[in-house]
């Protein structure tokens, strides 16, 4: 995005860094003027926060603002969500996803599509030697910084050749267009013998279409699970898509048990529509009685005597 002249001008004559701190100084900003500089301040990085008095960035403030103010342009968050599929995991999400994944300290996990780190940084939370890649190289500086990952690749993980040396692949991967399924099916390449993946994925993996038969059947194969995610689970991320959580071995286990696909609840809404159609089902009952009742008065005159027409136009009953 371009950035307006106002918001330029704002940030290169009133924004005073220091450290991982930015603060606007000069008289207060209208409502839309900060909107459109904080939406600058976000893309790169920035967040509001009301304790510090200021915007705190993961990396030293006067770094990203730099090229800012150089170029004039900036990619807006709305903008990454779109073009890069970033939405960052929601604690809850990263929290089951954690505890399905059955970590160990000291297991190696690779994280393929890693973003700012949601899931990466709970898993080095928890002792495990974590090694990312991400193709945006904004998120890898922010991953990087925070220091949680053994290493952290810019890359496109698709192009990355084939290592099978990781105990868990832990993953929320891009959606469009059944991606998801692509990134799943190549993550799986690079678990031990005895690994274990888990990734959030797209609702849409559960319906069986075309598109959806082979990577459905290599999780039935492999004696994968699959797991609802609550609706909505991803909202405060910016995208309302439904989601489930998929746990892959990377050999079936002996013990596996059939692989059970979740169904969708129907939404209140649709309880309510069932209310209705239970009213429209009884009104079609009715009517059908009704037709029944002409159809019978209808046999029931057929079965008088017929009334004999002789020439001359005479009507004899
Ligand atoms: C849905 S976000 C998830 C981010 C992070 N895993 C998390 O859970 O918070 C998907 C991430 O994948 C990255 N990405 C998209 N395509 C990629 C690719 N081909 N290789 C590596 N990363 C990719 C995006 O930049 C984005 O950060």
């Known amino acids: 995005m371009r950035i307006l002249t106002d918001v330029l001008a704002v940030l290169s004559d009133r924004a005073r860094t220091d450290g991982h701190r930015l603060v606007l100084v000069g008289p207060r900003l209208t409502p839309a003027q900060y909107q459109r500089v904080n939406e600058v301040l976000e893309a790169v990085g920035g967040r509001w926060t009301k304790t510090e008095g200021a915007h705190l960035f993961p990396v030293h403030a006067a770094e990203v603002l730099a090229?800012?103010?150089t170029t004039g342009e900036v990619v807006t968050l709305g903008e990454k969500r779109t073009l890069a599929q970033y939405f960052p995991t929601p604690d809850s999400v990263v929290g089951r996803l954690i505890a399905l994944a059955?970590?160990?300290p000291g297991m190696t996990v690779l994280e393929p599509s890693a973003g700012s780190g949601a899931i990466a940084t709970a898993a080095a939370a928890r002792g495990a030697i974590v090694d990312c890649i991400e193709r945006d190289p904004g998120y890898a500086t922010v991953l990087s910084d925070a220091h949680v990952a053994r290493r952290?690749?810019?890359a496109d993980f698709l192009t990355i050749p084939v290592e099978p040396r990781f105990d868990r692949v832990l993953m929320n991967p891009p959606f469009t267009r059944g991606t998801d399924m692509a990134h799943v099916t190549h993550a799986l390449r690079f678990l031990k013998p005895n690994g274990l993946l888990v990734s959030v994925m797209s609702w849409t993996v559960t319906e069986q279409t075309g598109g959806t038969t082979a990577f459905r059947k290599l999780v039935?194969?492999?004696?994968?699970?699959?797991e609802a995610l609550p609706a909505r689970a991803f909202s405060q991320s910016g995208t309302t898509v439904d989601t489930v959580l998929v746990t892959i071995p990377a050999t079936r286990p002996a013990d596996s048990q059939p692989t059970i696909w979740p169904v969708?609840?129907?939404?209140?809404?649709?309880?309510?529509e069932l209310g209705n159609l239970a009213d429209i089902a009884a009104e079609i009952v009715a009517n059908l009685r009704k037709a029944v009742a002409a159809v019978e008065e209808v046999a029931a005159a057929l079965t008088k005597p017929a009334p004999i027409t002789v020439p001359g136009d005479i009507e004899v009953s």
């Open 67 to 69: 090229p800012v103010l």
């Open 102 to 104: 059955d970590l160990e």
């Open 152 to 154: 952290v690749q810019v």
């Open 220 to 226: 039935e194969q492999r004696g994968g699970l699959v």
């Open 264 to 272: 969708r609840n129907l939404p209140t809404q649709d309880v309510e």
